[in-house]
């Protein structure tokens, strides 16, 4: 070997990943990677819920086989049933059974959201321990809107909490994606994901591109905090609003 990259190999790779790019893409949640260990899962039970969240986003499935698992993990019948034993126990997936409106066709799906309350709590014990500022609470930090009732601090603690009682509804898997990935990679602060949560509210838009819009138009604007969100409400108001 040179050591030399040759333009037939160079070719060759492009082709290569260009194959695997038009294959498709998985978002894996940062928080899973992270904090895994602390869930006490085994390296199999977590290959499983990756390849569970692959074949729901790259190929649209959302109960795959004993066997499809089988091949993609390249362990036995035996230990898929234990992965699936302790995960379906210690409540980090369930299995639904849902009815298809338009053919009334019943078919089953594995269902995540216990895993993402874990790794909300994993989340929210992380920022406690590391004696982080209080983003979670309103306490002391101005309002964007007079006349909006304030929750209690354990209430307030937990971020994925308070949209699920402002939607009056448990949360899709789907969403807390959503909430992870406002501040694992848009770096959001936890303050200003409630503030504009607080501001869907009172705009009677509860759901989450409505609040995706404001968090957008927020950074835009080099908002902040929320003396910021204040400031350009009122700046926006006082301009009028079509």
Known sequence: MTGSFDKTSAAGWTE???????????????????HYRTLRLTD???LLLMQLLAFKQAERNEFPTWEQLQTRLGCTANEIALYFSKLTKEGFLRIDSVEDRSSSVQFERYN???LYRKLAECMIAERTEANDEDDFLFAGQPE?????????????RNLFTIFEK?????????????????????????????????????????????????????SRNRVR??????????????????
């Open 144 to 156: 964007i809107q007079n006349g909006t009732t304030q929750s209690s601090p354990t209430e307030e």
């Open 44 to 46: 199999g039970e977590m």
């Open 166 to 218: 402002e939607f009056g509804r448990p949360l899709s898997p789907m969403e807390y994606e959503t909430i992870n990935s406002w501040m694992d990679q848009d770096r959001y602060p936890e303050e200003l994901i409630l503030l504009a949560l607080k501001e869907a509210v009172f705009a009677g838009k509860v759901h989450f591109r409505y609040i995706d819009r404001i968090l957008l138009e927020w």
């Open 112 to 114: 995540l959201t216990g």
């Open 225 to 242: 905090n929320a003396q910021d969100a204040k400031e350009y409400a009122q700046r926006f108001r006082g301009g009028g609003r079509s």
């Open 16 to 34: 290569g990943v260009a194959f695997a790019m038009e294959a498709g893409m998985v978002q894996i949640p940062y928080a899973l990677l992270k």
